[in-house]
């Protein structure tokens, strides 16, 4: 099959990350709750700024934010 478009979706509007992100992450956090009684909502709030400070300390951010596709 020969390829004829290739879409970007950069910020989201054709395909919606952040379900899929959010259901990985309680599926990780229930593995964890099942395994070691970790509390599952304290480590989705871990986990959730953790990659916010992750994402902001990275090298990508504010070329992602001066072109408009990232919060």
């Given at each position: 099959?020969?390829?004829?478009?290739?879409?970007?979706?950069?910020?989201?509007?054709?395909?919606?990350?952040?379900a899929?992100?959010?259901?990985?992450?309680?599926?990780?956090?229930?593995?964890?709750?099942?395994?070691?009684?970790?509390?599952?909502?304290?480590?989705?709030?871990?986990?959730?700024?953790?990659?916010?400070?992750?994402?902001r300390?990275?090298?990508?951010?504010?070329?992602?934010?001066?072109i408009?596709?990232?919060?």
């Amino acid at each position: 099959m020969k390829i004829e478009t290739v879409l970007f979706d950069l910020d989201e509007t054709l395909i919606e990350e952040e379900a899929s992100n959010d259901a990985s992450a309680l599926a990780a956090c229930a593995i964890a709750h099942r395994c070691h009684q970790v509390d599952v909502r304290a480590m989705l709030t871990a986990l959730r700024a953790r990659c916010r400070e992750l994402w902001r300390a990275g090298p990508a951010v504010q070329y992602c934010s001066d072109i408009g596709i990232s919060r």
